[in-house]
């Protein structure tokens, strides 16, 4: 069966550190992920998808299929990155399936 | 394009009262899902349909809820009576085949 994890609910860091959200799937297809974010009481919207390969607010996502992963990273945190975090695969047809989301939290 | 328009975004009702939550999708997409956001199961997909036939409606939780999409630019969720174990934020998303999906701002239900 398809699945999303993300092991973190919670992820917090320091202004400046290193941030990585970790997500791992399992689907038996050609997989398609993508990492949503999600402000404060606002509606979820793309960060990234693996097949841009782009760097959007300075984070960057590699599909690696060996080990079923697609970590989001970004070198140096800022204080509005904190928001929720979901990684989502797109299963054949077009539903989203996401996990259960990592909040991050930077602080000064 | 104003973008998915979901109605009404907060809504507080009784314990056995119908609730009913609509979507407007962007024009031209013709997929739409509906998703649940809570604490303890994060986003769960409810119902998907694409040109306005649902096309898998497993993720619904029992007979209490319903979906419907009478035309391409309209759809609800209707939830028949309510129950506290309902409350949660409720996403309508759409998109064309094979593109990005786009989020509604949500409802924010709460059932007492």
């Known amino acids: 069966a398809q699945r999303v994890t993300q092991p973190e609910k919670l992820l917090s860091v320091f202004k400046g550190a290193p941030v990585e959200l970790k997500c791992n799937y399992s689907y038996s297809g050609s997989p398609e992920l993508f990492w949503y974010v999600q402000y404060s009481r606002q509606r979820l919207q793309l960060l990234l998808r693996?097949?841009s390969r782009e760097s959007i607010k300075g984070f960057t996502a590699d599909l690696n299929k060996g080990e079923t992963s697609f970590h989001l990273k970004k070198p140096f945190a800022q204080e509005e990155d904190s928001a929720m975090y979901y990684c989502a695969l797109k299963q054949a047809g077009t539903a989203l399936i996401f996990g259960k989301g990592t909040t991050l939290s930077v602080s000064s | 394009d104003a973008g998915v328009i979901q109605s009404p975004r907060h809504e507080v009702t009784e314990m056995g009262q119908e609730v009913t939550l609509r979507c407007k999708p962007i024009s031209g997409h013709d997929y739409l899902f509906w998703y649940r956001q809570t604490m303890m199961r994060g986003l769960e997909l409810l119902i998907y349909?694409?040109?306005?036939?649902?096309?898998?409606d497993s993720g619904m939780p029992e007979d209490r809820f319903s979906a419907k999409m009478p035309n391409a630019s309209f759809s609800t969720l209707k939830i028949q009576p309510s129950e506290p174990r309902d409350s949660a934020v409720y996403f309508c998303?759409?998109?064309?085949?094979?593109?990005?999906?786009?989020f509604g701002e949500g409802s924010w239900l709460t059932v007492v």
């Open positions: 349909f694409n040109n306005n036939v649902p096309i898998d």
């Open positions: 998303a759409s998109s064309v085949q094979g593109s990005t999906i786009y």
């Open positions: 693996h097949i």
